[in-house]
């Protein structure tokens, strides 16, 4: 059956009005975005609150206090190290697995500044070990470190001998679908424009800037200035201190990172020593929910 005329007259006329409606109360991108609910997760670097920590207390640990993962670094009681046997490897792979908890990656104490060749060897050979050792044990990523300058050595020549070894080493982690992390670290090398120039010729895409909200973050132009001479390079992760510590802007920096939609790890590598690390640990959590809503 035909619409009569009035009916259709009725029908346009509803129907131009639910466009406008539409129209008018289209949602901006950049409103929608904002009230997206952020994807960064809360895990914990072993160093210092898990150190002593076997690997089945610290996953416990993460999961009671709500934690989501772990990056766990060399020489810590969990044991996880490349001496594990491949049975060793599969089991570390299942516990994290039937656990619910990540593990986010390794944090190594490789660094690539040394003018003995045979040291520079030997710590990207040990990178590549920890490379397959994550691989094995199903983590995300190695984080590595620039870890000062070398006495009576240009600074520029220390920079670009960093750089080519992470380009060597993200190229090798390409090949296991792992990214090398580098941490903002060390005596000059963790200036912001010293890691923005290591990252000009580090330039593999496999290979990423592990923000570690540094005292150095705040100097020059101040955090904000630092925070866009990198942010084009951030990895996966970022470690922060106890997030009420009040000599660092936790604030202004999770705006930031808020602010390009930062969508990875925010990792815990505390200073302090509390009795009851759990307890510490959730207090955290419950800190770095209240700076997710801004």
Same mark, same amino acid.
């Given at each position: ?95 994290? /697995? ?5 593990? $986010?990656?390794?944090? =190594? %104490? @490789? !660094?690539?500044?040394?003018? *003995? ?84 010729? /580090? ?5 990423? $800037?592990?923000?570690? =909200? %540094? @005292? !150095?973050?705040?100097?020059? *132009? ?73």
């Amino acid at each position: 059956m035909s619409m009569n005329r009035s009916s259709r007259r009725v029908f346009l006329g509803s129907a131009a009005a639910a466009a406008a409606i539409a129209t008018t109360t289209r949602v901006s991108p950049l409103v929608q975005a904002a009230a997206e609910p952020s994807r960064m997760r809360l895990g914990l670097v072993t160093y210092l609150w898990g150190q002593n920590m076997d690997l089945p207390t610290l996953i416990e640990s993460c999961q009671k206090s709500g934690l989501k993962g772990v990056e766990l670094r060399t020489e810590h009681k969990h044991g996880v190290e490349p001496t594990l046997t491949a049975n060793q490897r599969d089991e570390v792979k299942l516990r994290f /697995a039937d656990s619910g908890i990540t593990l $986010v990656g390794y944090g =190594s %104490n @490789a !660094e690539f500044h040394s003018t *003995d060749p045979a040291k520079l060897k030997e710590n990207i050979e040990k990178t590549k070990e920890y490379i397959r050792l994550m691989h094995d044990c199903g983590g995300e990523g190695v984080k590595v470190k620039p870890n000062g300058f070398v006495k009576d050595v240009p600074n520029e020549k220390t920079i670009e001998q960093i750089g080519l070894a992470l380009n060597e080493v993200a190229a090798y982690g390409e090949g296991f679908g792992l990214p090398i992390r580098v941490e903002v670290h060390g005596k000059g090398t963790s200036e912001l424009p010293v890691i923005r120039d290591i990252f000009k010729i /580090a330039n593999h895409p496999n290979v990423g $800037v592990c923000w570690n =909200s %540094n @005292a !150095e973050d705040l100097k020059g *132009d101040g955090l904000e200035a630092n925070f866009q001479m990198v942010k084009d390079r951030f990895g996966s992760t970022c470690h922060v201190r106890e997030l009420d510590d009040k000599d660092y802007p936790y604030a202004s920096l999770f705006k930031l990172f808020r602010a390009i939609d930062y969508d990875g790890w925010i990792l815990l590598e505390a200073r302090t020593d509390p009795s009851d690390k759990v307890a510490a640990m959730t207090a955290q959590k419950a800190l770095f929910d209240q700076l997710l809503r801004g």
